[in-house]
């Protein structure tokens, strides 16, 4: 199957898929695919951004109103300042080479994250897009850069901490809905389903609050190698989950 036209796969297997709003996806295993084939770690974040964007096409065909990428870690700072310089060039030639068709798809792109660290002209670069992509309503394209989720929880908490301190909020009425919305995923729905690729499974400080009652699918290629058939496989095992968050569900469990 793995050859075969997104419409023919569509066609087979969308019948009976839930879908889900809101799909999250740690893009892992640029490296190792790279490895694997005795290529630079360099190619396999050019493969990578290769693999996104089939990925915002499947979302679109398949009705996924959401999704969202985890491209630059807070963490992925320590990396070989070679490396993490070619990944935000990188995101300059995404930017480059795709906004005109983000814009055709209707695609509106959000960029979460801190922008400290980043040069201006990044930080420039991300307020454009977003700017040129606010008025599209169709696929909502969040992108995880320069992002940790501890340090939005604690950033958000400090947000909540200065409303007391001022005045505006009483400590005793915080709810979880406060903290929500402070955080910088506020307004968007909670993922229905994250991915991880390459086999890992851990969540990597990846929306740790968001993902409270997410469903979880590991897979094993590396985010290079994630087409449609593997698209339509975490769909099939999405479908097959009894959700229950926190209740008995459907099975009386």
Known sequence: MAGEPAASLKSETGPGLRIPAHLG?????????????????????VEGVKALRGLVEHCIAYGVSYLTVFSFSSENWTR????????????????????????????????IGTRDGLEPSLARLIDDVEAKTAQNSGLTLIVAFNYG????????????AREVAAGRLDPEAIEESHLA???????????????????????????????????FVFVEENWPDFDETSFVRVLETYTMRDRRFGGIGDQGR
Do not use: C
């Open 149 to 160: 989720g501890k340090a939005e929880i604690v950033a958000a908490t400090r947000h909540l």
């Open 181 to 215: 919305g402070a955080l910088m995923t506020a307004g968007l729905p909670d993922p229905d389903v994250i991915i991880r690729t390459s086999g890992e499974q851990r969540l990597s400080n990846f929306l740790l609050w968001q993902a409270a009652y997410s469903e």
């Open 25 to 45: 996806v740690i893009m892992d295993g640029n490296g190792r695919w790279a490895k694997l084939r005795g290529k630079r770690r360099t190619e396999g974040h």
């Open 80 to 111: 070989p300042t070679d490396e993490v310089s070619f990944i935000f060039n990188l995101l300059r030639r995404f930017v480059a080479s795709d906004l005109q068709r983000l814009i055709g798809n209707n695609v509106k792109v959000r960029i």
